[in-house]
């Protein structure tokens, strides 16, 4: 079965770093877009970026040049890497996948991992 198992989250400071890590099994793993996804609380789902299975990248305007996705297709794992943090990236991080990245540009996914927190404070 799929799974999908987030890591990496935490607290930091503003203006750190941290590196999200999605190790994914159950599925052939280069042929899905992956994405993340972010939820604080009281507030809807914000999509973060995807990724295609060409390694293509598409990030919403609140983490362009801060946030950098990337997979890795030998490991089965999709990565994101946060700069420059802020209090307002504080929220649950999720990865989510789907054959059809345009599933995912509208928020919706075949699986959802289980999520991890990231506090900037």
């Known amino acids: 079965h799929v799974q999908l198992v987030e890591s990496g989250g935490g607290l930091v400071q503003p203006g750190g770093s941290l590196r999200l890590s999605c190790a994914a099994s159950?599925?052939?793993?280069?042929?899905?877009?992956m994405g993340w996804f972010r939820q604080a609380p009281g507030k809807e789902r914000e999509r973060v970026p995807t990724i295609d299975i060409n390694g293509i990248d598409d990030y919403t305007d609140t983490v362009k040049g801060r946030f950098t996705i990337s997979r890795d297709n030998a490991k089965n794992t999709v990565y994101l890497q946060m700069n420059s943090l802020k209090p307002e990236d504080t929220a649950m991080y999720y990865c989510?996948?789907?054959?059809?990245?345009?599933?995912?540009?509208?928020?919706?996914?075949?699986?959802w991992g289980q999520g991890t927190q990231v506090t900037v404070s």
């Open positions: 989510a996948l789907d054959r059809l990245c345009v599933e995912l540009l509208r928020g919706r996914a075949e699986y």
């Open positions: 159950g599925f052939t793993f280069s042929s899905y877009c």
